[in-house]
């Protein structure tokens, strides 16, 4: 099953992908039932989760019913445990957004919710990050997640994204990120596909993300916490909702 999903997830496009999903989703999910493991987002359990990965494969990190992974697993537990997302009224900017959240978000009542993205088939917007088509100061809550570690210019992205965030907003920045290094790493003249799935982690990511991301988004003038929740959750919950432990969530603000 490694092999196969190594394969699709290296052949088909991901705006393909996407759109197979919807389709094979409710099977996969139906003959994955058990008690093992639970998607928090759902509440759907499963014998086990379906292993995930450009190069080398995870097992037991992609949910069978709502297509998340650790990171969405447990972003959804910090909105849901620590903030009033789901309850206040919100203007939400979403880029790249994940099936995970996609349809729950869109019918959230108290959420004017838009999504935005240059290729994904659920983004209502195509812009790209660097030049985005927002006033300034327009947002309460922007969700980029794994996005900035696939731009070039991510400082001019960074700075994008405080521009829209209003005052007292919040944004939320998730990339994939080496804690073990001080500095983020990268290397443009590493150009062959296999080379840069090896040493980036997949093959369209420009870097390496280390300890000093934190202060970049604050050199962009963002006020950022680096939130542990992981801390917070259980040793069993942390294994029954397959989360990633010591994963640190960046939870950014604007004056």
């Known amino acids: 099953m490694k092999k196969l999903f190594k394969f699709i997830l290296n052949t088909i496009p991901r705006p393909i992908l996407i759109r197979l999903s919807y389709w094979v989703r409710?099977?996969?999910?139906?003959?994955?039932?058990?008690?093992?493991?639970?998607?928090?987002?759902?509440?759907?359990?499963?014998?086990?989760?379906?292993?995930?990965?450009?190069?080398?494969q995870r097992n037991n990190v992609l949910s069978p019913s709502t297509l998340s992974l650790e990171r969405h697993r447990l972003l959804w537990l910090y909105l849901r445990n620590e903030t009033d997302f789901f309850t206040s009224e919100k203007r939400i900017?979403?880029?790249a957004p994940e099936q995970a959240f996609y349809k729950r978000f869109k019918k959230q009542k108290n959420l004017d919710y838009?999504?935005?993205?240059?290729?994904?088939?659920?983004?209502?917007v195509k812009a790209d990050i660097c030049n985005l088509p927002f006033e300034d100061n327009t947002y309460d809550v922007i969700l980029c997640n794994h996005v900035l570690e696939?731009?070039?210019?991510?400082?001019?992205?960074?700075?994008?994204?405080?521009?829209?965030?209003?005052?007292?907003?919040?944004?939320?920045?998730?990339?994939?990120?080496?804690?073990?290094?001080?500095?983020?790493?990268?290397?443009?003249?590493?150009?062959?596909?296999?080379?840069?799935?090896?040493?980036?982690?997949?093959?369209?990511?420009?870097?390496v993300y280390g300890r000093d991301y934190f202060d970049k988004l604050r050199s962009c003038g963002?006020?950022?916490?680096?939130?542990?929740?992981?801390?917070?959750?259980?040793?069993?919950?942390?294994?029954?909702?397959?989360?990633?432990?010591?994963?640190?969530?960046?939870?950014?603000?604007?004056?």
């Open 150 to 207: 696939h731009i070039p210019d991510d400082t001019k992205a960074m700075q994008e994204l405080y521009r829209v965030l209003k005052p007292g907003g919040m944004g939320i920045f998730q990339i994939p990120q080496d804690l073990s290094r001080a500095t983020t790493y990268a290397d443009d003249s590493i150009t062959d596909r296999n080379e840069r799935a090896k040493v980036f982690g997949q093959y369209d990511h420009v870097r």
């Open 114 to 124: 838009t999504t935005t993205d240059l290729i994904s088939p659920l983004a209502d």
């Open 26 to 56: 409710p099977i996969v999910a139906f003959l994955l039932k058990g008690d093992n493991f639970t998607d928090p987002i759902d509440g759907k359990s499963f014998r086990m989760f379906l292993p995930y990965g450009y190069g080398n």
């Open 93 to 95: 900017l979403h880029f």
């Open 222 to 255: 963002f006020i950022v916490d680096e939130v542990d929740y992981t801390s917070t959750i259980s040793a069993e919950d942390i294994r029954r909702y397959c989360l990633a432990k010591g994963e640190i969530i960046p939870v950014c603000s604007k004056k």
